[in-house]
C-alpha cells in the first residue's frame, strides 16, 4: 500500500496495531484481509455498536453544530452545500436556513431519518460514483465531520470533492490530531485509535499534505470543543471500551438525559481549505 500523503511505499509498525509512513509521519490501521467497510456502518452503528443512541443525543449534536455552521458560513455565508457523513441530519437541517443542503450516509437508518423527518435530501448511494449532475450542479460547501478517518480512500473523496467545487468553495474537515499532546501521552490508549471503523490517523501536516494534494489549500487549522451526553460518555468508557454494558446500565440510572458538557481536549482538529 503507497501513503494517501506521500506516495511512499513502505511503512513502519507503530503502537502495534497500526502503521506509519516514514516520510511523511501519516497513520494508518494495519488491517488483515478484506473488509467490508459499509456494512460496518450500517445496523446498529447508531444505536448501540458505536452510540448509545444518536436520535437522542440530536440537542448535543446540534450544539456542536451551531459553532460549526457559524465558522462555517464565515468563509462562505451561502449557496449550495453537501455533507458526507450526514449521519441523522442534524447539521444539515441547521444549515438549510443558509444553504441549499444535500447529503451522503452509509447507514440506511440515518439517511431514512433526515429523509422524513427533516425531508433533507441524503443518499445511501455511493458518491464516488456521482457526477456532478447527480448532485444538482457544482458545491460552494462541503463539510465531513468525523468522518475522514472512516473512509477506506478518503483521497478518492476529496478528489471527488474538489471536482465539484466552484473555484474559492470551501472544504471543511474535523478529525482526531494524532500529533496532538493527548493522543502522545496516550499511545495505543488514546480513544481515537480503534480500527477497523478508525482507519487513518491524521496530523496538522500530514491533512494539509493530502488536501493540497488533491486541489485544496488549507488556510485554517485549529482545535475545537465537542458536548458530549453524560449517558454517551459513560457508554463509550463501560461498555465499549470496558466491556461491562451491565455496570453502564446500572451507572445511567443516575444520570437525566440533558446532563452532559462540552470539552476541548486539543486532540480534535477542524481544518478549514479552499478550492484553487
Known amino acids: 500500500m503507497a501513503c494517501l500523503v506521500c506516495g511512499t511505499d513502505a511503512f513502519q509498525p507503530h503502537l502495534e496495531i497500526l502503521l506509519r509512513c516514514p516520510s511523511c509521519g501519516f497513520v494508518t490501521a494495519r488491517t488483515d484481509g478484506a473488509i467490508d467497510y459499509r456494512a460496518l456502518y450500517d445496523g446498529d452503528y447508531f444505536k448501540g455498536a458505536e452510540y448509545l443512541d444518536y436520535a437522542a443525543d440530536e440537542a448535543f449534536f446540534k450544539k456542536n453544530f451551531r459553532r460549526r455552521l457559524a465558522e462555517v458560513r464565515r468563509h462562505t455565508p451561502s449557496g449550495r452545500l453537501l455533507e458526507i457523513g ?3 441530519g442534524f447539521f444539515l437541517d441547521l444549515a438549510r436556513e443558509h444553504f441549499d443542503v444535500m447529503g451522503y450516509e452509509v447507514n440506511r437508518e440515518g439517511a431514512a431519518y433526515a429523509r422524513e423527518r427533516f425531508g433533507i435530501d441524503v443518499r445511501t448511494t455511493d458518491f464516488l460514483e456521482a457526477s456532478e449532475s447527480d448532485i444538482g450542479g457544482a458545491v460552494d460547501v462541503t463539510v465531513m465531520w468525523d468522518v475522514i478517518e472512516h473512509l477506506e480512500r478518503p483521497d478518492a473523496f476529496i ?3 474538489a471536482e465539484f467545487t466552484r473555484p474559492g468553495g470551501t472544504l471543511h474537515i474535523t478529525t482526531g490530531d494524532i500529533g496532538s499532546t493527548l493522543a502522545r501521552l496516550r499511545g495505543r490508549k488514546w480513544r481515537m485509535v480503534h480500527p477497523p471503523t478508525h482507519l487513518h490517523y491524521f496530523d496538522r501536516q500530514t491533512l494539509p499534505q493530502l488536501l493540497a494534494r488533491c486541489g ?4 485554517q487549522v485549529r482545535t475545537v470543543g465537542v458536548a458530549r451526553s453524560f449517558r454517551q460518555i459513560l457508554y463509550s468508557i463501560l461498555a465499549l471500551r470496558l466491556g461491562s454494558p451491565g455496570l453502564y446500565r446500572i451507572a445511567h440510572k443516575c444520570l437525566p438525559a440533558t446532563w452532559g ?3 476541548d481536549t486539543r486532540d480534535i482538529m477542524y481544518v478549514t481549505a479552499t478550492r484553487e
Open 86 to 88: 450526514a449521519a441523522y
Open 159 to 161: 478528489r471527488r470533492i
Open 261 to 263: 458538557f462540552t470539552l
Open 216 to 219: 485544496f489549500r488549507t488556510i
